[in-house]
């Protein structure tokens, strides 16, 4: 992997991977994942067990859609979608939320890039 800078005013505030600058600021990705719930659901259930896979650090619901942060070691959500589709859920949409790079240099320089 190539390695990149995070430079401030002329200073090198950190330096690595794009994974590895990143994991300065967050150590998740939150995914979310359209579904849709049946009368009988039980969300509290299905938080519970989600929030006790490998790697899970918070899950949530919101109207039809499943919220959850997972350590960003984690490379793949497999087991997750498999716990999900295991309740019988149909998944229509996955999109995840990792800060990128400009949002990592917000973060370590308190400042927007000029």
Known sequence: ??????????KMVASGTTQELISLVTDIKTFYIDTKFSASFDADE??????????VKNASIEDSVIRIDISIQFESITHVLEQVIAKGLTIYNIHSEVPNLDTTFLTLTGHELR
């Open 1 to 10: 992997m190539r390695q990149k800078a995070i430079i401030d005013r002329g």
């Open 46 to 55: 299905c938080i519970r067990q989600l929030k006790l896979l490998p790697g």
